[in-house]
């Protein structure tokens, strides 16, 4: 029986345990998306995990969609980068820089061209999103043009160049929780008359054109996906068949050998049984919400190789010291979530600093 304090291997890396950092995103880098020293003390500290994943990362201006959120696709941001990579691999954990392209879930004012989202389709989210003026309502997101999909394919393309060049062990492409890729797969968001929309296979296009891109660019062993499938993020509704679509996705996926498929799982136990039987490498799973007291089940029950977790190691930057000592852990503070400084980020005390 597996044990999540056993170490496994991952692409072309070992993890030392099998717990990972769930990426977060924490609105605290420069205007210009740069890491600084607060971010590498955050992820530094919690860097007992066998793995980090980071929060999401924007591979182009345009594909921002939350203020102070890290890029990857300048220089600067690649440096900035490079001292986290180095801060988490000194402490003997790896490093996978997610990925994450908002598309619609966006707003003018927090990008810096002050672009209007792009989307699959001209489909508002009804919603709103903070701005440095305060919250404000979200535009309805311009179209992409056939033509301009190849372009949002080569900024995966160059962003997981960057991430290797950064020194991380790979990129987790975000495909997950309502964002561009997800907006594709998803068919109410999704109303696209050319080959990138309408059925399955085109609405995953993109999808499997950015892997492709990725694989190509530094090879399947430092590539991972996010899925969600049907948890409704950002006004996505993928209707009845959506297990389909993941199936599909899945299918197609496997052959490509990437380093790992990591699923936000909601509860559909059977298409989470038919992923892990159909999946060849490592499946990393998020069972959000889960009591702390059920870490590390989905391991031993076989159903992972990987568990990851967010609130929890947000807030416990020694989170596996204290699982492996039953001790009692510190409680997230989400009015700290999304910005502001040290405060509920680099501020949580260790077991050490209570005693
Ligand atoms: C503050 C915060 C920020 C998040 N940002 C991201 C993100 O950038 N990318 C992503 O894929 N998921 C993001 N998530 C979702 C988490 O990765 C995770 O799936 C979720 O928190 C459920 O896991 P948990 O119950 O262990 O926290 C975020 C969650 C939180 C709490």
Do not use: C
């Not at 929060?55 to 440096?79: D, M, V």
């Amino acid at each position: 029986m597996s044990n999540l304090w056993d170490p496994i291997s991952l692409g072309n890396t070992v993890l030392k345990n099998r717990l990972a950092m769930a990426p977060m995103t924490r609105n605290r880098t420069t205007v210009e998306g740069v890491p600084t020293e607060l971010t590498v003390e955050y992820y530094r500290q919690r860097s007992g995990l066998g793995l980090i994943i980071t929060e999401g990362t924007q591979p182009s201006a345009e594909g921002q969609g939350y203020l102070l959120t890290p890029g990857i696709y300048n220089q600067a941001q690649i440096e900035g980068w490079a001292k986290v990579a180095d801060a988490v691999h000194a402490e003997g954990s790896a490093l996978f820089i997610q990925v994450m392209h908002a598309g619609r879930i966006s707003h003018p004012d927090n990008t810096l061209g002050g672009t209007l989202p792009v989307a699959p389709s001209a489909v508002n989210p009804e919603t709103h999103i903070y701005t440095l003026d305060g919250a404000k309502d979200i535009p309805t997101p311009r179209e992409l043009a056939t033509e301009e999909i190849a372009g949002v394919v080569e900024e995966f393309r160059t962003a997981a160049r960057s991430a290797i060049a950064a020194g991380a062990d790979g990129i987790e492409i975000h495909s997950a929780n309502g964002y561009l890729l997800h907006q594709f797969l998803s068919p109410n968001t999704n109303l696209r008359a050319d080959g990138y929309g309408g059925d399955i296979a085109a609405r995953a296009r993109i999808v499997l054109e950015v892997v492709r891109a990725a694989v190509e660019e530094i090879g399947a062993d430092r590539v991972g996906i996010r899925l969600s499938p049907n948890n409704g993020a950002g006004g996505t509704v993928e209707g009845e068949n959506y297990r389909e679509t993941y199936q599909y996705l899945v299918q197609q996926l496997a052959p490509l050998g990437l380093a790992y498929l990591h699923l936000l799982h909601i509860g559909d136990e059977g298409l989470l049984g038919w992923i892990r039987e159909n999946w060849p490498s490592r499946l990393i799973l998020n069972r959000a919400g889960r009591p702390v007291s059920q870490i590390g089940a989905d391991i031993q029950a076989g159903l992972a190789d990987i568990e990851s977790v967010g609130q929890p190691v947000l807030a416990n930057p020694d989170l596996q010291e204290r699982l492996q000592s039953s001790a009692a852990l510190n409680e997230a503070d989400a009015s700290t979530f999304y910005g502001g400084g040290q405060q509920g980020y680099t501020d949580y005390p260790t077991l050490q600093e209570i005693s």
